[in-house]
């Protein structure tokens, strides 16, 4: 069946430094890409997401690119900070074709 | 996703027991799904309903039910056939049921005594 790959499963960088997350999908006709970020027992919060015919978003400190033709897309976080920590999951498609990465757990340390 | 609630917060059930968890939104979407989380894991989808009256098995429906008797409401219940249903479940809708983004209620932790 169609699959959301996620990379790294964990991630600890330095306060100030980027963090990078990557996904691959397989289904060639998904068209929109959210990124959830998940704090410690609360909701997956849609933080920003990109839809097939743009190539980059930007929203402050946080951007997400996406390459069609090699069904790859990636969420950068920049000036990182300790309330980036959280897990953070990426989606391929919409409604109920939505496939879920199994999620990065960020640590970002003072 | 501050139109969607969820109760209880915590639920306990012994073995045996059937148990509902609630969901309502007030967004007016069409579409609304179940998932479950268990400890360090992703989403996994239940079941999802894309209008009043309808709903799908998800990927791993297996011990529960539902039901979409409101587009407003989508109620789940965990039976006593689910083997292992200790996990954080967390109820979501979007506009409709193919395009659009999902919005996440606050979860329920249900564990089994």
């Known amino acids: 069946g169609e699959n959301v790959e996620q990379h790294p499963s964990t991630l600890s960088v330095q306060e100030g430094d980027s963090a990078v997350i990557k996904c691959t999908y397989s289904?060639?006709?998904?068209?929109?890409f959210p990124w959830y970020k998940q704090e410690l027992g609360k909701r997956p919060q849609l933080i920003i997401d990109?839809?097939?015919?743009?190539g980059e978003k930007k929203d402050q400190r946080i951007a997400v690119t996406l390459n069609k033709t090699a069904k790859h897309f990636s969420l950068h976080i920049t000036e990182t900070q300790p309330e980036d920590s959280a897990v953070y999951f990426c989606a391929a498609g919409g409604g109920f074709k939505t496939i879920f990465g199994a999620g990065t757990r960020l640590f970002v340390k003072a | 996703d501050g139109g969607i609630t969820q109760s209880p917060k915590y639920l306990f059930r012994k073995e045996g027991q059937n148990v509902t968890l609630s969901c309502e939104q007030n967004?007016?979407?069409?579409?609304m799904y179940w998932y479950r989380q268990d400890p360090g894991q992703g989403l996994r989808l239940i079941y999802y309903?894309?209008?009043?009256?309808?709903?799908q098995k998800g990927d791993i429906a297996e011990g529960y039910s539902v039901s979409r008797e409101k587009k407003e409401s989508f109620p789940l219940t965990v039976t006593s056939a689910q083997k292992n249903p200790t996990a954080f479940y967390l109820c979501a809708s979007s506009i409709n049921g193919f395009t659009d983004t999902q919005y996440f209620g606050p979860g329920t932790r249900l564990t089994v005594l």
């Open positions: 289904d060639s006709a998904s068209n929109y």
């Open positions: 990109i839809r097939s015919n743009v």
């Open positions: 309903s894309q209008i009043v009256n309808d709903f």
């Open positions: 967004l007016n979407h069409d579409a």
